[in-house]
T-cell receptor, first 109, second 114 residues
Framework: KNEVEQSPQNLTAQEGEFITINCSYS?????LHWLQQHPGGGIVSLFM???GKKKHGRLIATINIQEKHSSLHITASHPRDSAVYIC???????????FGGGTRVLVKP | NAGVTQTPKFQVLKTGQSMTLQCAQD?????MSWYRQDPGMGLRLIHY???????DQGEVPNGYNVSRSTTEDFPLRLLSAAPSQTSVYFC?????????????FGSGTQLSVL
C-alpha cells in the first residue's frame, strides 16, 4: 500500500466548477507539498504545508495533521487548470519525499 | 537565476549504452534528488544528496550511480542502459533541514532505451 494516496485518480469538470483533490498519508510528516504538472511539461511547486491552510489565487490547500489528510481546491476552474496534481509528503524523520500517484484533472470549456 | 537546469531533454539509447543526465542548480541548495516517473505510477526516488560529498539511495537505485562533487551539480549515470530504464527523469532541489522549503524541479528528461 502506497504511503500517500490521492483521490480521485481522474477528474473532469466544466469550466467554472469547484474542484477538490484529496491526499491521505499514513506517516507522521514535517511537510506536505502540492505540485502541478502540465501535459508534457515540467513540475511546479504550488504549496508547501505543515499546518492550516494556504491560498494562492484560485487555489486553496488545507491540511489536517491529526487526520493525516490534505485537500487541494480549485475555485472557478479554467481549462488552463488542466494538469496532473501531485501530493508529496516529507516524513518527520528523514529527507526522502514520498509521492502520491497524482490526480489528472481535465477542465472542459 | 536559472533554477534547476536539466539536460538533455530527450535521449534515445541502445541497450548496454551508458550516459549521464546532468542536473545543476544555482540556488545553493543542499538537497538534490533524482526521480523517475512512469505511466500510472507516482514519482519514485532514485538517489538523493544532502550536500556535497554525501549521497544515498532512494527507492529504485539499481542501475544508476550518482556523485555530488559540488553543491551545484548532481549528475545521474546509467552505466549499462536497459529497456526497464525507459522513463521520464526529473531532478529536484530544495533547502535541507528547513521546515519551510519549496521544491524546484528540472524540466525533465525523456529517456528511451531500445
Amino acid at each position: 500500500k502506497n504511503e500517500v494516496e490521492q483521490s480521485p485518480q481522474n477528474l473532469t469538470a466544466q469550466e467554472g466548477e469547484f474542484i477538490t483533490i484529496n491526499c491521505s498519508y499514513s506517516v507522521g510528516i514535517s511537510a506536505l507539498h502540492w505540485l502541478q504538472q502540465h501535459p508534457g511539461g515540467g513540475i511546479v511547486s504550488l504549496f508547501m504545508l505543515s499546518s492550516g491552510k494556504k491560498k494562492h489565487g484560485r487555489l486553496i490547500a488545507t491540511i489536517n495533521i491529526q487526520e493525516k489528510h490534505s485537500s487541494l481546491h480549485i475555485t472557478a476552474s479554467h481549462p488552463r487548470d488542466s494538469a496532473v496534481y501531485i501530493c508529496a509528503v516529507r516524513p518527520a524523520a528523514g529527507n526522502k519525499l514520498t509521492f502520491g500517484g497524482g490526480t489528472r484533472v481535465l477542465v472542459k470549456p | 537565476n536559472a533554477g534547476v537546469t536539466q539536460t538533455p531533454k530527450f535521449q534515445v539509447l541502445k541497450t548496454g549504452q551508458s550516459m549521464t543526465l546532468q542536473c545543476a542548480q544555482d540556488m545553493n541548495h543542499e538537497y538534490m534528488s533524482w526521480y523517475r516517473q512512469d505511466p500510472g505510477m507516482g514519482l519514485r526516488l532514485i538517489h538523493y544528496s544532502v550536500g556535497a560529498g554525501i549521497t544515498d539511495q532512494g527507492e529504485v537505485p539499481n542501475g544508476y550511480n550518482v556523485s555530488r562533487s559540488t553543491t551545484e551539480d548532481f549528475p545521474l549515470r546509467l552505466l549499462s542502459a536497459a529497456p526497464s530504464q525507459t522513463s521520464v527523469y526529473f531532478c529536484a532541489s530544495s533547502y535541507s533541514g528547513q521546515k519551510n522549503e519549496k521544491l524546484f524541479f528540472g524540466s525533465g528528461t525523456q529517456l528511451s532505451v531500445l
